[in-house]
């Protein structure tokens, strides 16, 4: 017949007050005597404390930062019969008449204050999700490695040491061997020299803004300029604005570009490519998909414009008008941004000469796109007013050489300047 027990801390030394820095089991779990319940961390040492039975959980009685010694209650389990628990030290287990005692013991505890600072916290939190021994996580807390980023080959998807090893090399592969050495921000106290306000990031600046750390840190950023002559295409654009209006939507240059990007990435496949993740192979894509910077009142969001090599340039300027509205009023859905292969920001509608865009990773180059000007230029012997379009293309120079970038935005800019091409 099944029988409740209620599970103790067992002998621990002579650690007192040790912190609870993992559950491995849930309510409900079914698990086999041996299994790791918690995991108990002393300043001297980790423990995995394992089941003294094989059993259902009914109830978990202690949490994550909880402090606990000798005797604290950790859980209670449905375990199959007497059989099993004459094999089961005295000392670890009580039954139920005795258990309010234990629950008492257990509340007289006090709770403490586990985690003294809050990276260690917020580390300890990402990881607390994971299945990994004590030293695995006591090392991956040290050189602050997030143990989600791995994949367990452990029994139960339990992370080992040597998963742990293998991520650590590759990291270390892909960083070229170096890792970022920098000294810390200095924490300022700025009303010491003004009045202040302190306004809580969006949700989408956190998010983009570590991407673009890590997309800014990690990939070695060449920009290349250049300057399109776009009066034929302002012409051609002028001609059919009206029309693109009464359709509801608005023939940006943005819309040529698109196009024009699309023949590019045509012409030189490497730009439309990844990176494996272990820096070893170029992934060539055969699609051609677009990401748009957009900008929002909450920050940057790219949404992609798919398939932009099988789309008329109407077509394209719905969508562009669908996907930035979607975008301003946070209705992009996670597909609507994913699977881009280059990207293109404008800037244009705005102003500026030139800026170095930060490449959208895995892709491995983007084109930042500024103000048009009038510009007097040299051609046929005699100046000339045209309507120049700056262009910056900031690529990855462990996939690209400068002088494909430079054929590319080369090409780049004779497309736009002969539009009839796009044809060809
Ligand atoms: N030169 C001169 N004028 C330009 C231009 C350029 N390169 N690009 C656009 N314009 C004009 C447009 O033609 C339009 O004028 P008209 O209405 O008279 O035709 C006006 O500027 C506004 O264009 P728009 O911004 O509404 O449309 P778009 O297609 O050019 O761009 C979008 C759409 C969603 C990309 C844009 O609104 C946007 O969000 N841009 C910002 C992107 C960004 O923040 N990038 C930075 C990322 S890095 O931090």
């Known amino acids: 017949m099944a029988v409740i027990k209620t599970v103790l801390v067992p002998n621990i030394g002579d650690a007192h007050d040790v912190d609870v820095i993992e559950i491995s089991v849930s309510v409900g779990d079914n698990i086999e005597a041996d299994d790791t319940l918690i995991t108990l961390e002393s300043e001297k040492a980790s423990m995995d404390i394992p089941s003294p039975y094989s059993g259902i959980i009914k109830s978990l009685d202690i949490k994550v930062g909880d402090k606990v010694s000798q005797g604290s209650q950790v859980l209670t389990m449905e375990v199959a019969g007497e059989s099993d628990l004459e094999s089961a030290s005295k000392e670890e287990v009580i039954d139920e008449s005795q258990k309010e005692e234990q629950v008492k013991k257990a509340e007289s505890t006090e709770p403490a204050k586990v985690i003294e600072s809050d990276s260690e916290k917020a580390q300890l ?4 999700d994971t299945y990994a021994s004590p030293v695995v996580r006591r090392v991956a807390r040290e050189f602050d490695i997030d143990l989600n980023q791995i994949n367990g080959t452990g029994r139960k998807g339990r992370i080992t040491k040597e998963d742990l090893q293998s991520y650590v090399k590759s990291r270390i592969a892909q960083g070229g061997g170096s890792g970022l050495s920098v000294i810390d921000m200095p924490d300022i106290d700025f009303s010491k020299f003004g009045e202040v306000e302190t306004k ?64 590019c990435l045509q012409k030189f496949p490497d730009f439309n490519a990844s990176l494996s993740k272990d820096g070893q192979n170029l992934i060539l894509k055969k699609y051609i998909n677009i990401g748009v910077a957009v900008d929002t009142p909450d920050g940057l969001v790219v949404p992609v414009v798919k398939n932009v090599d099988q789309k008329g340039l ?27 292969c280059f990207a293109i920001s404008s800037l244009g509608g705005i102003g500026g000469t030139a800026f170095t865009p930060i490449i959208n990773a895995p892709d491995v180059a983007i084109l930042g796109v500024s103000k048009s000007q009038m510009k007097p230029i040299y051609k046929d012997g005699e100046f000339e ?40």
């Open 200 to 263: 809580p990031l969006s949700r989408i600046k956190k998010y983009s803004a570590a991407n673009l750390h890590r997309n800014w840190v990690s990939i070695p950023h060449v920009t290349q300029f250049d300057e399109a002559d776009i009066t034929e295409m302002e012409n051609f654009r002028q001609a059919h604005k009206a029309h693109a209006e009464k359709e509801g939507f608005k023939l940006t240059p943005l819309v040529f570009l698109l196009k024009v990007a699309a023949k």
């Open 385 to 424: 007013a045209r309507l120049m379009l700056p262009l910056s293309l900031s690529y990855d120079h462990r996939v690209i050489d400068g002088a494909a970038a430079a054929r590319f935005i080369t090409h780049f800019s004779k497309l736009l300047g002969e539009i009839s091409l796009l044809l060809l």
């Open 314 to 340: 109407f077509e394209l300027a719905k969508e562009l008008v669908e996907l930035s509205k979607k975008a301003r009023e946070k209705k992009l859905m996670p597909d609507d941004m994913a699977g881009s």
């Open 125 to 128: 939190d990402t990881n607390a």
